[in-house]
């Protein structure tokens, strides 16, 4: 029952955006075990391990934002060979 518990919670935690399902699934299935393991608390770990989860891939797309930007003001500034 359990099981059914923390699938429907990261289902519907999921579901409702999109964007904020970016890292939420693999965070609550790694929080959830981690939540059984550590006294029969799998809600509650899935429910961090999602916040957790997005957080760092939000954290991961902001790097790769930065990155590209600096890849095309550094194509920006470079001269054009004619």
Do not use: W, Y
């Not at 965070?27 to 006294?39: F, P, R």
């Not at 029969?40 to 957080?55: D, K, L, M, S």
């Amino acid at each position: 029952m359990n099981n059914v518990k923390i699938f429907l919670a990261t289902a519907l935690v999921a579901s409702t955006s999109a964007s904020f399902a970016a890292g939420c699934l693999s965070g609550a299935a790694v929080g959830g075990v981690g939540g059984h393991l550590a006294g029969h608390h799998g809600i509650a770990g899935a429910a961090v391990g999602c916040a957790v989860g997005h957080h760092m891939a939000v954290k991961q797309q902001r790097k790769a934002d930065a990155a590209a930007a600096q890849q095309r003001a550094a194509a920006a500034s470079a001269p054009a060979n004619k």
